[in-house]
């Protein structure tokens, strides 16, 4: 691996955002016609992935003389509500993350650039239909995948172990499984089987897909019913009262690291992440982990889980440097030198040559992710839909009925027809 010496000041951003912030109307000027170029990047990463990030952008510009790449990066918490403070005010970032459920939102404003466009700066010609649709919207490409990837819990074994435990069998555990195993280790050990974030809505939509149920469908309607919903929440309230899941309001302070995290200090023995992460939170653990496909996946109408892209690369339609910027994306998606310090951090490589070679020099756990990815791509899983605009809104309702559950304000089918019917009536307003 190369080793790049220099390093810029990396700017965490402390823009405080407005409430009520919408986004401002983006009609591209095109770029400018002489001087340096910078190019600004805005992530969601802590202090170790920003390092890593770095170092992608420095072997860029010395790739590309004159463009200089500025990072700024926060968690991803504050993320949303900063690039909104700044599509508004007329600053957005020429390059930036996105995931599925906000790339309509802002599409749909005008707010970001079609990449196909820039089809001398970006080659598509080695990338799967199947993977680029994720970032399409009426015909345009709005965003480039970073990768692909798949959800899935992680376990730590020596936890289990202590309960005197084994681990299930990933490819045929039920949710009952599942929730009698998290007890066991509770009983045994004192340690919470799990806690993960009931209202994501990857997890929940698994649950959904399983019961035949998009949570949302092909044309952007809401496809999860008012049971499932229901189903959902009570099998947590029940986790919760048999100590198979943390407590209500224990999991809100995950630490600086993940090896401050619930799960780094022993809280809890499993919980839900992106499986690209997994080598990271592998490191953090000492190896301590175990990746897990969900439970259900063969006792319901048809799988669950997706293959889907980590995250998106999208370009502010408002930047000035437009070619500038499709040039970082290519460079992020086809070239295998901007993989040698982030490695699949960011999902498995969608140009599949690249994927071959960055495959060949992964370390064991990073391959672990990868075989655990490309074995679900192997295998017939239902389609996979583009949230539609308004998704955005929606996750925000099902986080509101989801809290009032968790601290038993609210029984689970209170929530579950408050948030069918919230986000229907979204839905079919937003746009």
């Not at 649709?133 to 798949?150: E, R, V, W």
């Not at 089987?193 to 399983?210: E, K, L």
């Not at 992440?273 to 982990?289: E, H, M, R, T, W």
């Not at 502010?316 to 070619?323: I, L, T, V």
């Amino acid at each position: 691996m190369k080793t790049h010496t220099k390093r810029r000041a990396i700017t965490a951003l402390s823009v405080a955002a407005a409430a009520g912030v919408v986004l401002a109307g983006c009609a591209g000027p095109g770029a400018e016609d002489s001087g340096d170029v910078t190019l600004t990047v805005q992530a969601w990463a802590d202090t170790t992935q920003a390092e890593v990030y770095e170092e992608v952008f420095d072997v860029f510009e010395e790739k590309n003389p004159g463009v200089t790449v500025k990072l700024d990066w926060m968690d991803v918490g504050s993320y949303q509500d900063k690039l909104a403070t700044k599509f508004a005010a007329g600053s957005p970032p020429d390059v930036m993350f996105l995931v599925g459920l906000w790339l309509a939102e802002y599409a749909s404003r005008g707010a970001l650039a079609d990449l196909s466009e820039f089809s001398d700066e970006i080659d598509f010609d080695d990338l799967p239909d199947s993977i680029l649709a994720s970032g399409q919207l009426d015909g345009a490409t709005y965003g480039m995948p970073t990768g692909s990837t798949a959800i899935g819990f992680v376990y730590n074994n020596e936890i289990v172990e202590q309960a005197g435990l084994g681990m299930p069998d990933d490819s045929t555990w039920t949710w009952e499984d599942f929730e009698a195993f998290n007890k066991d280790i509770f009983d045994a050990t004192g340690v919470y089987g799990t806690g993960f974030y009931v209202p994501w809505t990857p997890a929940i939509s698994t649950f959904a897909r399983q019961r035949g149920e998009d949570f949302y469908t092909e044309d952007g309607e809401l496809g999860v019913s008012v049971d499932t919903v229901e189903d959902y929440f009570q099998m947590t309230v029940d986790m919760r009262a048999d100590g198979g899941f943390a407590p209500a309001g224990s999991l809100e302070d995950q630490g600086s690291s993940t090896a401050e995290s619930p799960l780094g200090k022993d809280f809890i023995a499993s919980q839900v992440i992106p499986s690209n992460v997994f080598p990271d939170f592998q490191s953090a653990l000492d190896g301590k982990l175990s990746l897990m496909r969900f439970p259900g996946e063969t006792e319901g109408e048809r799988p669950g889980m997706a293959v889907t892209p980590t995250l998106l690369w999208a370009a502010a339609a408002q930047s000035k440097h437009p070619e500038e910027a499709a040039k970082l994306i290519d460079f992020l998606t086809n070239d295998p030198e901007s993989y040698e310090a982030r490695s699949t951090l960011l999902g498995v490589p969608i140009n599949p040559a690249v994927a071959e070679e960055v495959a060949a020099g992964l370390e064991p756990d990073a391959k672990t992710f990868v075989d655990y990815v490309l074995g679900l791509q192997e295998e017939d899983l239902a389609p996979y839909f583009l949230e539609p605009a308004g998704a955005g809104e929606v996750g925000n309702a099902l986080v509101s009925v989801g809290t009032e559950v968790e601290f038993g304000r609210m029984t689970p089918r209170e929530a579950a027809e408050k948030f069918v019917s919230e986000a229907e009536s979204i839905l079919a307003n937003a746009g």
